[in-house]
């Protein structure tokens, strides 16, 4: 299916049309991921549900910090 790229703000745009929103659960607010692959670019939705192993294979040396200190005990904890 063709389609024509359209300007939107300082952005490209393409619309995508009913029949394939259908097929694909793709709604207004829908999160999709878009990528290149030799060329082409992709279009996948996404679920926007994480696994746990998901979330902690992002953790890496750049973006892991330090422990932090959030005061003393207020209550009944124990530490």
């Known amino acids: 299916m063709k389609t024509t790229v359209q300007k939107w703000g300082n952005s490209l745009a393409i619309r995508i049309p009913?029949?394939?929103?259908?097929?694909?659960?793709?709604?207004?607010?829908?999160?999709?991921?878009?990528?290149?692959?030799?060329?082409?670019?992709?279009?996948?939705?996404?679920?926007?549900e994480?696994?746990?192993?998901?979330?902690?294979?992002?953790?890496?040396?750049?973006n892991i910090h330090s422990e932090i200190s959030t005061g003393d005990q207020t209550g009944g904890e124990v530490w």
Do not use: A, F, Q, W
């Open 18 to 48: 009913k029949h394939i929103t259908k097929d694909t659960n793709v709604s207004e607010g829908s999160t999709i991921n878009i990528m290149v692959k030799d060329g082409d670019i992709i279009l996948h939705p996404t679920s926007g």
């Open 50 to 62: 994480y696994s746990l192993n998901e979330i902690l294979n992002k953790i890496n040396s750049e």
